[in-house]
């Protein structure tokens, strides 16, 4: 079953000019991750980027790749669901107002100076913060 598996033809666009292997992974992702769920083991994958032009792919460093290319897309995916699409408002327009809350720079100085403060062993005399 293995020898089956190890013959099912593989074909991906050739290489462009200076792109790296993970580039190129990052691009034909579906493909690859299409073939793998059809049962294509990494060494046909190895086979199908050497003849799309990378003389240097190994089974490790093309599980790498697909890995660190997931790990992207997923973060990719997730920065997009989490985005809201901007909604068109038929109101008229208000007046903006001062509010009093600080600007986001001066709350993630703070925030920073606090965890600073609590990462640091207390001196001594001095009562430890975390308790």
Do not use: W
Request: some cysteine; hydrophobic content about 30%.
């Amino acid at each position: 079953m293995n020898s089956a598996r190890r013959r099912v033809p593989l074909s991906l666009p050739a290489r462009k000019a200076q792109q790296t292997l993970q580039g190129f992974i990052c691009e034909h992702l579906k493909v690859i991750e299409r073939a793998q769920s059809d049962g294509v083991p990494y060494e046909s994958l190895v086979e199908a980027v050497h003849a799309a032009g990378f003389t240097k792919g190994t089974v490790r460093s093309l599980r790498v790749a697909v890995h660190e290319a997931r790990k992207r897309a997923l973060e990719c995916t997730h920065v997009r669901t989490t985005q809201t699409p901007a909604s068109v408002s038929t109101q008229p327009a208000k007046p903006v107002q001062q509010s009093s809350q600080s600007p986001p720079r001066d709350d993630r100085a703070a925030i920073s100076r606090r965890l600073r403060e609590l990462a640091r062993p207390p001196r001594s005399g001095e009562p430890d913060p975390l308790d």
